[in-house]
């Protein structure tokens, strides 16, 4: 036989070639397993990850509720298909949340990220086109990526979120992406929610149109201004995907989130999730819905919320205690995050890496989170208030303070 | 704007002409759910699932090891890198199966077909080939399906498995496929075990081609007659990726599988998991790290072997009994499976609709796990023993003998 490059490492290259391969990515990729590990160390100021705090899960409800189903339910531990009791408990969720859905049009994920997977998957043919916000999440990215996908970007408004009249104008150009990404509440990495307005035109847009909206609901509980605002399925249940998880307010190691959507759509998706991993664990399904069942939740929920709500405070006097006055931010009324701008001549790249290595301070820098090159929000940083206490945010904050008023000079 | 097809439902229609239009896909998908519910009802005879007996999973010993884990571990609710206690155990694990291997070849996954579906993504081009056997793992089949694969077939040797100089024919044509599939243990659905011989020339033609394997070892550790000889990676650690899972020797549910590969590939595998799902559930990685810490496991085996192999015999013993003379079976050295050939004339997609309506029993017909069209094998029944006490599968191949011998009339 002639010789030749091994066919599997050709093929990777091959891969890896239809990937766009933007520094910032790869920094990002290598980072959030070094800053993953880097965030159970004691001494360290894990600002970067939107990791819920552990100390505030629901442990021993959870054990409870895990204890009672391996002890009444005989097919706890085997393939299962998805537990309806569950489905029942996320429509009531859901209309706490302004979206009026039924059962059958609740499809069961594990967890949010599994929900854009399948999504993506779904609507999106390979080299195909989707809208996304030019900061947004990573994870909604990475899944963009094996499809070779080419984000079209809009910006966000920091008042008052997502440009929704972009997307209009995105599709009056006559391109055609296959959905419209969009994080309504407490915006990753933005922390904005999206304004009442924008959510009934961004839904009028995509019926226009006759493009799908896909909604990441991940911080929707965690709302800290009151009740929030319908989300933009509620304006319109054809062409809204909602996409929600147990993650942030239960506990992320259940693997439990859900994707509302049109019955017909709901069993391709089945299909999809079959092909990818079987079922959702039904053990997980079945101490999730008992732990529902107690009516513990909305109490817990009221817990987190005040926790994060001191937690958001305390780095906001921290914010404004140690960082110069050059550097810009909003108090987030949803979520997990703040967005804070420092002077165009910053790049938090640059920061970070002096944060880490000086002071221990870990945060994501504006160019890992960036659909395109990165270059508007290379200033900006997102900082996690929700896995640190008061004291240690204040302490983090003040070193991180000393890095960006160091990066200034 | 002009009036057109809504744009997700053309891009739906596009999506499902990419796919293989089989009927026999479209039967084992509705079928599929219909089985899964049936087989929870009292009074039927659930021979199509290959599911593990849900009486036979150590309830208590999981209990206490989700329990155990809650109560020492802080961290086991959140997100985590992969639990390094467990690759070892893996490691472990392999070293019985003749894999040597080490925890960084280990890759984490959300069970067997995760593993399948996580390769399938990384090593097959849309529209590319595979190489399958002409009657397989229809999850497999599901995995190829959304990209288009047109997987190319070799025969199975109902004595010593796989076809392997029919994979060598195939290569020697010309033809680049991503990758060859193949279960040496307990295959599903042939039951048979792939000889000695066959293993190393599989790993050999891997090499030669420079093809990489696919082996699926879901069934390895349920080996009824001694240990079963080394997995093909024993014989190739550069081209063969082993597939491994707790599904069936420990309970579904837990989601708890693993791959064998090459560290370079590890990475890679690394950041298509994380886009599909974040995380495999770091409460199960740590569920069943604890339990195998107890050292139960090999005795629980041990148990599920002579269950299983009761299960076994009581349906060889009842397909001898119940069954006409013209129907041709092996009895399989290792799984979950018989694979029962019918005189050429009877479709056993006919025999199934007859079973399921008259007797309540199901099992899958050959064309519901066919590659091609499935001709060859549309006179082949898989029937699983694993569900069922001995007594009820007397009972059960009872009443299908009569639907069989009515189908030979």
């Not at 569950?86 to 979206?99: D, E, I, Q, S, W």
């Not at 160019?367 to 983090?396: H, K, Y």
């Amino acid at each position: 036989m002639k010789a030749r490059e091994p066919a599997a490492k050709r093929r990777g290259i091959a891969k890896a070639a239809a990937t766009p391969p933007l520094a910032a990515r790869t920094l990002h990729q290598s980072l959030l397993r070094e800053l993953q590990a880097m965030a159970a160390e004691k001494d360290s100021f894990p600002f970067a990850l939107g990791m819920p705090a552990a100390e505030l899960f629901p442990r021993d409800a959870i054990a409870e509720a895990v204890r009672l189903v391996l002890s009444r339910d005989p097919v706890a531990l085997q393939y299962a298909v998805p537990f309806e009791p569950l489905k029942l408990h996320v429509v009531k969720r859901m209309a706490a949340r302004g979206v009026a859905c039924t059962g059958s049009q609740v499809f069961l994920t594990a967890g949010a990220q599994q929900g854009i997977n399948l999504l993506v998957r779904l609507l999106l043919e390979p080299g195909g086109h989707a809208v996304v916000e030019d900061a947004t999440y990573d994870g909604m990215l990475m899944a963009l990526r094996p499809l070779a996908c080419r984000p079209l970007t809009v910006e966000t408004d920091l008042e008052s979120g997502m440009h929704v009249e972009g997307v209009d104008a995105v599709l009056q150009s006559g391109a055609r992406p296959a959905f419209v990404y969009t994080i309504p509440d407490g915006h990753n990495p933005c922390g904005v929610s999206l304004s009442v307005a924008k959510r009934a035109r961004l839904a009028e847009i995509a019926r226009t149109h006759e493009v799908p909206v896909i909604e990441d609901d991940a911080y929707g509980f965690l709302n800290y201004s009151g009740p929030a605002p319908p989300l933009v399925r509620a304006h319109d249940a054809q062409w809204v995907f909602t996409i929600g998880s147990f993650s942030k307010v239960l506990a992320p190691s259940l693997r439990v989130g859900w994707i509302v959507a049109p019955e017909a759509v709901v069993a391709r998706l089945s299909i999809l999730k079959h092909s990818s991993d079987l079922d959702v664990s039904t053990l997980a399904q079945r101490a999730v819905s008992a732990y529902l069942d107690t009516g513990a939740f909305d109490n817990h929920v009221a817990t987190l919320r005040r926790e994060y709500v001191a937690r958001r405070d305390a780095m906001g006097r921290a914010l404004e205690a140690h960082f110069p006055s050059e550097a810009r931010y909003r108090v987030p009324a949803a979520g997990l995050f703040y967005w804070v701008e420092l002077p165009r001549r910053v790049d938090t790249n640059d920061v970070l890496r002096v944060a880490l290595a000086k002071e221990r301070v870990a945060f994501v820098p504006g160019r890992a989170i960036a659909a395109d090159d990165g270059d508007r929000v290379s200033n900006f940083m997102r900082l996690s208030f929700s896995a640190c206490t008061p004291e240690r945010i204040e302490a983090g904050i003040r070193r991180l303070g000393r890095v960006v008023k160091e990066a200034l000079r």
